[in-house]
């Protein structure tokens, strides 16, 4: 047998690098195209440009990985296309900040193009670092196709779809209330605003009658908006107000009369049930100013400063400014009837945090309902698939309910809108290309619209336009349509829905099968993690302290399918442990192969029957039942589940199991002997390995690398491939799984097991053999018992089981199955010395109990305490019972045998 060179302790940093370094210049990761062959497509969420590695993305991409790998290893031509967004917004805030801080320069300072030359410079110089750190995860992502939502193919794909949306009456310019950002000085959609509960104050203002004589008292959350106020409207089934309405209010502080109109969008329970009509500065005043005809005031401005059409007095202050002095005006004049702390959600930019102003402003808008309802069918068809399925909801409320969607912003890094004015004849010029001149009077002064796409705009076309389109590439016929999103649901509406309009629209077919989206990856308190709170780990620093296989396999395994994750760095101590698990029984198995004759391991999957020998017979069925259970797992996206399936298969079963069992079969075997057992280990070691793969791919590989180096006579004969990344994942095998003998070995583990906790609980020495006793085991219990003789005796350090219709005396006992063990006591242990200590224990467990319990019991407590502390509480309560409970019955157990010695 060759050196073989496996570490005695595993060491993650020391080759997870030079691993991934293999498998990227072998080409392992890029996605064949072969004719016949079925293809298997994810594409990746594309980070920002401006990200960095955050757990949430650990948990998304590793979600990707885990099923790239296994259909990769399925010999599927497998695409998982990487690439990041331009991130308009956020790009270019961070850009300009360095350019304010460093030079003291604004982007107006600059210009446009300037601008635009440094935001692709710090692109080049800082945008892939969010690439990088996957690499450190182990994402298999074909790099060779990497793609950027500015690529020259992606911008000619979303000036095509602009175009084409345009010339079919799905895109206008139009005058709308918009959600408009003062700071960055541009507008943005519904979605990109994240409305957040900010403790504020209800004002109750009082509107003179013009006619005198009374007043109408309205509430507001926005006193400063007054200013431009049209009207005051209530319910027409407000019975408070119905011969108010046609009549006028003078509007306080500017001098001007507006009406009382009556419009059913008022809420007569809010407030006094009059409410402020301000068109130019709330959705839905505008809507009722357009129904009514009022005049539309502007006080605010894009720089969030008062207005020239705002009396004089408040010009160019400040929102916030302009409120306190409104307010102190009209309390002057004793027209503040009172003022309320009160709660209410105001909108901020998500990115940025600043207060939005709902402005009135011209912007291109794509209409939305048409895209929308082909969309809706293709859920509620099946189509395409939630998981979990409870986000349809979600999806067909927004559907139902969508506005249009305001797709220009006032930006300038991002695609320009293709939309040019001739100068001379105002001829307005949509195209893809950049037109010469006009077409109408040939004249080259053309100028081009100034604003940029909303950065969703290049986003919902990622499925199709990174394959080629709207070129007719063998990229776009071979891999689209794609077969799995894995996303958050945060981005529902911003992406996932738009994707499946557009992709409908352009593509004639839904973009993928299937969504997948994750829960929050939170902290163990279950708070949101923040860097505010220092709460959010560093992950290259986990992979730095754990390593990314270990990473990888506890968040999957922390994952539930439909709620959040609570993580903490010191979890990943599980991953590390499997890793080490994994690692040592390899080494061992390694270490047996030079005391054995050689011989040659077939892999698992093509053996023609189960073997003769029982252990084997069952490590084989155990292991088909853990590919079936798998695979199950996998196809439903029970990510979890099929993490937890492996690691009970490799962790309880393989190493506690079986490996104990083939260390006691090796120990007076023959050299042909030790090679037909090393045979059967090795073959459920690869088979094991390659089910692991796509959860730990670093180890996996390493060592499978490791028994690839073996002689060609031991190595199996059907594997070409050159690494573990193209080896056959584990087929199901029906006719290899044995349920009875499943059942039996359970039993065999559950009587092991039961010996082991006696010895452990009582402090029966290792040297000790004890002589247990099998009560009521049937004939058939019995027999296999006796088969498994040798291995219950040695597993457990017992002399020979024996059978026996009644209960020896003096006796600790466990209940297994339908029957009884007894272990007899006498001479195992010192029966007063232990009857002391079982005494003092109980004691103490007695006081920790009534302790716990009393603080439980206080309603003061309960009220005051965080509910992470009350359950913690509750949780040690419940730990310290369960011990007391088997300390009172090892006591009764030592006291029943003091009184029968």
């Excluded at 994240?194 to 004589?213: C, F, K, Q």
Aim: with cysteine; glycine share 6%.
């Amino acid at each position: 047998m060759p050196d073989l060179k496996l570490a005695k302790t595993y060491d993650p940093s020391a080759i997870e690098d030079r691993i991934y370094r293999n498998w990227e210049e072998r080409g392992y990761f890029v996605a064949p195209i072969v004719s016949g062959h079925k293809p298997f497509v994810i594409m990746i969420p594309p980070p920002n440009v401006t990200g960095m590695l955050t757990m949430g993305h650990v948990l998304n991409n590793t979600l990707q990985d885990i099923l790239i790998r296994w259909h990769r290893m399925q010999g599927e031509d497998t695409l998982w296309l990487p690439g990041t967004d331009h991130a308009g917004i956020a790009t270019q805030i961070r850009v300009e900040a360095t350019l304010l801080a460093e030079e003291g320069k604004t982007r107006h300072d600059l210009g446009r193009d300037a601008l635009l030359e440094r935001i692709w410079k710090w692109k080049e110089e800082y945008g892939g670092i969010i690439l990088q750190q996957l690499r450190k995860l182990g994402a298999s992502c074909d790099w060779s196709r990497e793609r950027f939502t500015l690529d020259e193919g992606l911008a000619r794909a979303v000036r095509e779809i602009f175009v084409r949306l345009y010339r079919k009456g799905l895109i206008y310019r139009g005058k709308r209330i918009v959600n408009w950002d003062p700071d960055s000085q541009t507008a943005l959609s519904d979605e990109q605003v994240e409305y957040r509960e900010v403790d504020s104050h209800l004002w109750y203002l009082r509107y003179p009658l013009s006619t005198g004589g009374g007043c109408v008292t309205v509430a507001t959350t926005r006193p400063e908006t007054m200013l431009g106020d049209a009207a005051v409207a209530v319910s027409p089934r407000d019975e408070r107000y119905r011969g108010l309405v046609g009549q006028k209010v003078r509007l306080p502080l500017c001098q001007r009369d507006i009406p009382i109109i009556a419009d059913e969008l008022v809420d007569p329970e809010f407030g006094t049930g009059a409410v402020k009509v301000t068109p130019a500065h709330d959705p839905n005043d505008f809507e009722m100013g357009e129904r009514h005809h009022l005049a539309v005031v502007s006080v605010i401005g894009k720089d969030g400063l008062m207005t020239e059409e705002a009396p004089s007095k408040y010009h160019r202050m400040k929102r916030e400014e302009c409120r306190k002095v409104v307010v102190a005006d009209l309390e002057a004049q004793g027209l503040i009837e009172k003022i309320i702390p009160y709660r209410h959600a105001v909108g901020h930019n998500e990115r940025t945090g600043t207060v939005i102003e709902p402005l009135l402003s011209e912007q291109w808008f794509v209409k939305m309902k048409p895209l929308a309802e082909p969309a809706i069918d293709a859920v509620r068809s099946g189509k395409v698939h939630f998981h979990p399925a409870h986000w349809e909801k979600t999806y067909f409320h927004w559907l139902e309910n969508v506005r249009d969607w305001c797709i220009s912003r006032q930006i300038w890094w991002g695609h320009r809108i293709p939309i040019w004015t001739c100068r001379d004849c105002g001829e307005v010029i949509v195209a893809t290309d950049a037109p010469e001149r006009c077409p109408t009077c040939s004249s080259q002064r053309l100028e081009q619209d100034p604003d940029v796409l909303d950065t969703w705009f290049s986003s919902w076309l990622w499925p199709f336009s990174t394959l080629g389109w709207p070129d007719d590439t063998k990229d776009l016929r071979h891999f689209y349509p794609t077969d799995v999103l894995i996303t958050g649901p945060d981005i529902i509406f911003l992406w996932v829905a738009r994707m499946i309009m557009s992709s409908l629209e352009v593509m004639g077919e839904v973009p993928f099968r299937d969504v997948y989206y994750t829960g929050m990856v939170r902290d163990i308190r279950g708070r949101k993690m923040s860097k505010s709170l220092g709460n959010s780990p560093d992950p290259l620093k986990v992979v730095a302290d754990y390593g990314a296989d270990a990473m990888r396999f506890t968040i999957v395994s922390l994952t539930p399918r439909a709620g959040d994750i609570l993580y903490d760095d010191s979890l990943c101590e599980m991953g590390r442990n499997f890793a080490n698990k994994i690692w040592n029984a390899t080494r061992f198995m390694l270490m047996n192969l030079e005391q054995a004759k050689d011989f040659q391991f077939a892999s698992i999957e093509t053996w023609k029957q189960p073997p003769d020998e029982l252990v084997e017979h069952w490590i084989t069925s155990m292991f088909f039942s853990t590919v079936e259970a798998t695979r199950r797992a996998l196809d439903e996206f029970r990510f979890s589940d099929a993490a937890k399936t492996v690691y009970a298969f490799f962790w309880g079963q393989q190493c506690d199991w079986y490996i104990e069992l083939c260390k006691t079969r090796l120990g007076s075997a023959t050299p042909e002997e030790r090679g037909h057992i090393l045979a059967t280990a090795l073959a459920v070691l690869d088979g094991s390995l390659r089910l692991l793969h796509p959860f730990m791919p670093f180890i996996t590989e390493e060592i499978w690398q490791t028994l690839r180096s073996l002689s060609s006579k031991v190595w199996p004969t059907e594997y070409q491939s050159e690494t573990i990344m193209l080896a056959p994942y584990p087929r199901p095998r029906p006719d290899m799984i044995d349920r009875t003998v499943e059942e039996e070995f359970a039993i065999f583990e559950a009587v092991v097991s039961a010996l082991r906790n006696i010895r452990g609980e009582l402090g029966i020495k290792p040297d000790i053999k004890i002589r247990p006793v099998i009560v009521g085991a049937n004939a058939e219990r019995r027999a296999f018992i006796e088969n498994l003789m040798d291995y219950v005796c040695d597993l457990s350090r017992s002399e020979r089981l024996a059978f026996a219709e009644v209960k020896p005396k003096g006796s600790a006992s466990a209940v297994v199955e339908d029957f009884e063990i007894f272990v007899p006591l006498g001479g195992l242990i010192d029966v007063k010395a232990e009857k002391g200590r079982l005494a003092k224990e109980r004691e103490r467990l007695s006081r920790l109990t009534a302790a716990v319990r009393r603080k439980l019991d206080d309603e003061k407590f309960l009220a005051r305490a965080p509910s992470e502390v009350v359950e913690h509480e509750r949780e040690k309560a419940q730990e310290i019972e369960a011990a007391l409970r088997k300390v009172e019955r090892h006591y009764e157990e030592i006291c029943s045998l003091a009184e029968e010695g």
